[in-house]
Nanobody, 116 residues
Framework: QVQLVESGGGLVQAGGSLRLSCAAS????????MGWYRQVPEKQRELVAS???????NYPDSVKGRFTISREYGKNTVYLQMNSLKPEDTAVYYC??????????WGQGTQVTVSS
């Protein structure tokens, strides 16, 4: 069973920065696509960044140029650097680990609140 432990959320003023971390247990991190998603009440969870084993990244337009995802294989950890934060970035952020096929794992979520 894979465990994903997120950290780094909190309260920040608009224009500020935060860095989220997600540490994965087990030995499958090196074979997994990692992602960060976010969710606000009554809305669907949405992708904010993903990174493949080869380092290819993907971002929606809403965060492109402001958020950067990276991974550190030696620590089984994926990061999300968030700059120029906006109030609309306020959400619970979830780490995701995905393998080919049906294997899909989620962290417990970390709250990010951006004040105006």
């Amino acid at each position: 069973q894979v465990q994903l432990v997120e950290s780094g959320g909190g309260l920040v003023q608009a224009g500020g920065s935060l860095r989220l971390s997600c540490a994965a247990s087990g030995s499958i991190f090196s074979r997994a696509t990692m992602g960060w998603y976010r969710q606000v009440p009554e809305k669907q969870r949405e992708l904010v960044a993903s990174i493949t084993t080869g380092g290819s990244t993907n971002y929606p337009d809403s965060v492109k140029g402001r958020f950067t995802i990276s991974r550190e294989y030696g620590k089984n950890t994926v990061y999300l650097q968030m700059n120029s934060l906006k109030p609309e970035d306020t959400a619970v952020y979830y780490c995701n680990l995905r393998l080919p096929g049906p294997s899909n794992f989620w962290g417990q979520g970390t709250q990010v609140t951006v004040s105006s």
